[in-house]
Nanobody, 123 residues
Framework: QVQLVESGGDSVQVGGSLRLTCVASGAPLSSYSMGWFRQAPGRGREVVAY????????YHHDSVKGRFTISRDNAKNTLYLQMNSLKPEDTAMYYC????????????????WGQGTQVTVSS
C-alpha cells in the first residue's frame, strides 16, 4: 500500500512560481511511474505531466510545456512539479498518483492517489 501526500500549493500572482511536492510512503517509489493531475472547479480532472519509474521519460501536457517540469528523486521517495509562469487557468487542485503500470498513469486509472494541494493564480 502506497500513501501519497502532496504539498506546496499556494495562492500566487500571475507569472509566479511554485514547486509542488509529493512524498510517498509504504513502498519504494523506484518501481512506480508517477504523475501530476489537476481538477478545476466545474471541470474534469486532466493530466498535467507524468514520468516513468526510472525518470528517463516524461510527458507534459501541451498547456504546460515550457512552463512546468516534472521530476523525481527516488532516493527521497519524492515527486516534484516545478511550475513557472503561472496563469489563472492553472488554478486547480493538484493531485499526484502512482502505479507500477505507466499506462494506468497516462489514462488516469492509477491505483494510488494523494489528497491534493490547491493552487490558485490571481491576476
Amino acid at each position: 500500500q502506497v500513501q501519497l501526500v502532496e504539498s506546496g500549493g499556494d495562492s500566487v500572482q500571475v507569472g509566479g512560481s511554485l514547486r509542488l511536492t509529493c512524498v510517498a510512503s509504504g513502498a519504494p517509489l523506484s518501481s512506480y511511474s508517477m504523475g501530476w493531475f489537476r481538477q478545476a472547479p466545474g471541470r474534469g480532472r486532466e493530466v498535467v505531466a507524468y514520468i516513468y519509474a526510472t525518470g528517463i521519460s516524461t510527458y507534459h501536457h501541451d498547456s504546460v510545456k515550457g512552463r512546468f517540469t516534472i521530476s523525481r528523486d527516488n532516493a527521497k521517495n519524492t515527486l516534484y512539479l516545478q511550475m513557472n509562469s503561472l496563469k489563472p487557468e492553472d488554478t486547480a487542485m493538484y493531485y499526484c498518483a502512482a502505479d507500477t503500470d505507466y499506462y494506468r498513469i497516462a489514462t488516469q486509472t492509477a491505483k494510488y492517489w494523494g489528497q491534493g494541494t490547491q493552487v490558485t493564480v490571481s491576476s
